[in-house]
C-alpha cells in the first residue's frame, strides 16, 4: 500500500486544516484497510490520533475528540482528517498508516505509512 498525505500548514490557534491520505493498492482496492492518523514530535513517541476500520468503527484520541473528525471514501481511496479548533498542541507531524482490516493502538502494527505532513498551529 502506498499512502501520500497532503494539506498540512500553519494556521492559528481555533483555526482549522484538512488532512487527506490518498491511498494505492496493487489491486486498487482500499476497503480491506484500516486507515489511521498519528502524529509525532520530535524526540517523542508516534501516536495514534485517529483511526477507521474497514468496516467504518472510529478511534479518536481523548486530546482530539470533539475536534477531529476522521472519514473514508474508497472509491476515491481517501481517507479525511478533518482538524477543526485546532490548539497548540497539535502543532506534529501527522503520518498516515494502515494496516489490514481492523485498527489497532501499537505503532509496529501498521504496515505502511506516508511521508507525513506538517501541522503547525501557532497561539
Known amino acids: 500500500v502506498q499512502l501520500v498525505e497532503s494539506g498540512g500548514g500553519s494556521v492559528q490557534a481555533g483555526g482549522s486544516l484538512r488532512l487527506t491520505c490518498a491511498a494505492s493498492?496493487?489491486?486498487?482496492?482500499?476497503?480491506?484497510?484500516?486507515l489511521a492518523w498519528f502524529r509525532q514530535d520530535p524526540g517523542k513517541e508516534r501516536k495514534r490520533v485517529a483511526s477507521?476500520?474497514?468496516?467504518?468503527?472510529?478511534y479518536y484520541a481523548a486530546t482530539v475528540k470533539g475536534r477531529f473528525t476522521i472519514s473514508r471514501d474508497d472509491e476515491q481511496h481517501t481517507m479525511i482528517l478533518q482538524m477543526n479548533s485546532v490548539q497548540p498542541e497539535d502543532t506534529a507531524m501527522y503520518f498516515c498508516?494502515?494496516?489490514?482490516?481492523?485498527?489497532?493502538?501499537?505503532?509496529?502494527?501498521?504496515?505502511?505509512w506516508g511521508q507525513g505532513t506538517q501541522v503547525t498551529v501557532s497561539a
Open positions: 493498492t496493487r489491486t486498487g482496492a482500499t476497503y480491506s484497510l484500516c
Open positions: 477507521i476500520d474497514s468496516d467504518g468503527e472510529l
Open positions: 498508516a494502515s494496516k489490514n482490516w481492523y485498527c489497532q493502538e501499537d505503532v509496529w502494527q501498521y504496515l505502511d
